[in-house]
């Protein structure tokens, strides 16, 4: 069964700074790893890394995806107080990848 | 363009009822998958439709069951509900083209869910 790992669970960092979230996968069968952002509503997409697709940059925002390690990593420069938010990690799997298998989440706090 | 919209947005139900959500993808999108969120268990995966057909399905009891119509459109329905079945019910659509690995059209966006609460 696919396993899904993000680290740190928690992070509290000031405006300004520069965070790294980490994500870690087993899967059976790799097909493409998503990034989402939850703030008190519904999750927001933000990347989605394939084989044809390791690295993507939107903004302050951008993600890497190593398939040889297994593992992904979404970074935030500049952080702002609106960036507070749960950032959830999904392998998408299934015949028809329709199934996302979630990690836990790392709830990112960003004080003024 | 729309996004997902989910009713109802809010349910209070007791136990032993039953429940019916509703999913209108986003228009053009053929894929629609179900998801149950709880601070517990966080995102677990129900189910996904594509074609009216039932193209994966997560480790639930046959309690939850889903359907699709010819319009993309998708319910959910949870039978003899248990406490535990409290949770913020969340369905996400894609354009899912079959065979086209890992796309953009793999790309899941979700709705503002349904919050189900049991007493």
């Known amino acids: 069964e696919d396993k899904v790992v993000q680290s740190p669970l928690s992070l509290v960092v000031h405006e300004g700074d520069t965070v790294t979230l980490n994500c870690s996968y087993e899967v059976t069968n790799f097909r493409s790893l998503l990034w989402y952002k939850q703030e008190k509503k519904a999750p927001t997409f933000l990347f989605m890394l394939?084989?044809?697709?390791i690295e993507k940059k939107s903004g302050r925002l951008s993600s890497i995806l190593d398939k040889k390690e297994l593992f992904s990593i979404l970074n935030i420069t500049a952080t702002q107080t609106g960036d507070s938010a749960v950032y959830l990690c999904?392998?998408?799997?299934?015949?028809?990848?329709?199934?996302?298998?979630f990690g836990q989440g790392t709830i990112l706090t960003v004080h003024p | 363009k729309a996004g997902v919209t989910q009713t109802p947005r809010y349910l209070i139900k007791t136990r032993g009822q039953q429940v019916t959500l509703s999913c209108s993808p986003i228009?053009?999108?053929?894929?629609v998958s179900w998801y149950q969120q709880t601070p517990g268990q966080g995102l677990q995966f129900l189910f996904e439709?594509?074609?009216?057909?039932?193209?994966n399905k997560g480790n639930f009891p046959g309690r939850f069951s889903g359907r699709q119509f010819s319009n993309s459109r998708s319910e959910m329905n949870v039978s003899t509900l248990e406490l535990g079945d409290s949770a913020l019910y969340l369905c996400?659509?894609?354009?899912?083209?079959?065979?086209?690995?890992?796309?953009?059209?793999?790309?899941?966006?979700f709705g503002p869910g349904t919050r189900l609460t049991v007493t």
């Open positions: 996400a659509s894609s354009r899912a083209i079959l065979g086209l690995a890992g796309g953009p059209s793999n790309e899941q966006y």
């Open positions: 439709y594509f074609s009216e057909t039932q193209r």
């Open positions: 228009s053009g999108h053929r894929s």
């Open positions: 394939t084989s044809s697709g």
């Open positions: 999904a392998h998408a799997g299934g015949t028809s990848y329709g199934k996302l298998t």
